[in-house]
């Protein structure tokens, strides 16, 4: 099983600063990697798929990179609506999904 | 407008059973692969179930395998994943999920395993 590993598990940011988010993978990928944006009490919501794709409805300033076992998500200039646990997922071997453990970015 | 809707949570004894169901809407449910992905309560996602479009293939997480069934109504437009056998470590919320990478998500439903 390809265990997926998230740092930090909290990342403290003031408004209008970038968060970078690190997701790695046990072995490659490629690039079938997924970020999703949770609120509180909320459903997860797509954000990012193939490692770099941004999912419909989210802003420019979401963007992810990486490919095989490294991936990141950057947040430039964070907006108050921004502030949420992020998790990533890949999908290299369907359908067993492998999630990380979630990133937790607060308002600091 | 695509649109999962959860149902059938509640609370269950250990050893209990429960169906969980999953409407889906604004698609079409029969040309679509769908999943069980859970959450307890403070804590991360963990898939746990995954079928075909047609409901021929099926796949379970480990935690789950034996225990958990999951099955499709294509005809109802509707998603199934029955839970036999439940301990605490089943207690959470469950979503539904369309596709992979999970481009839609039910609103969830909590199960919860308690005596």
């Known amino acids: 099983e390809i265990v997926m590993t998230q740092s930090p598990a909290t990342l403290s940011v003031s408004p209008g600063e970038r968060a970078t988010l690190s997701c790695r993978a046990s072995q490659s990928v490629s690039t079938n990697l997924a970020w999703y944006q949770q609120k509180p009490g909320q459903a997860p919501r797509l954000l990012i798929y193939?490692?770099?794709t941004r999912a419909t409805g989210f802003p420019a300033r979401f963007s992810g990179s990486g490919s095989g076992t490294e991936f990141t998500l950057t947040i430039n200039s964070l907006q108050s609506e921004d502030f949420a646990v992020y998790h990533c997922?890949?999908?290299?071997?369907?359908?067993?999904?492998?999630f990380g453990q979630g990133t937790k970015v607060e308002i600091k | 407008e695509v649109q999962l809707l959860d149902s059938g949570g509640g609370l269950v004894q250990p050893g209990g059973s429960l169906r969980l169901s999953c409407g889906a809407f604004g698609f079409t449910f029969s040309r679509t692969a769908m999943n069980w992905v859970r959450q307890a309560p403070g804590k991360g996602l963990e898939w746990v179930s995954s079928?075909?479009?047609?409901?021929?293939?099926?796949y379970y997480a480990d935690s789950v395998k034996g225990r958990f069934t999951i099955s499709r109504d294509n005809s109802k437009n509707t998603l199934y994943l029955q839970m036999n056998s439940l301990s605490a470590e089943d207690t959470a919320v469950y979503y539904c999920a369309k596709d992979i990478p999970h481009g839609q998500w039910g609103q969830g439903t909590l199960v919860t395993v308690s005596s």
């Open positions: 193939d490692a770099s």
């Open positions: 079928i075909s479009y047609s409901g021929d293939t099926t």
């Open positions: 997922q890949h999908y290299n071997n369907w359908p067993r999904g492998t």
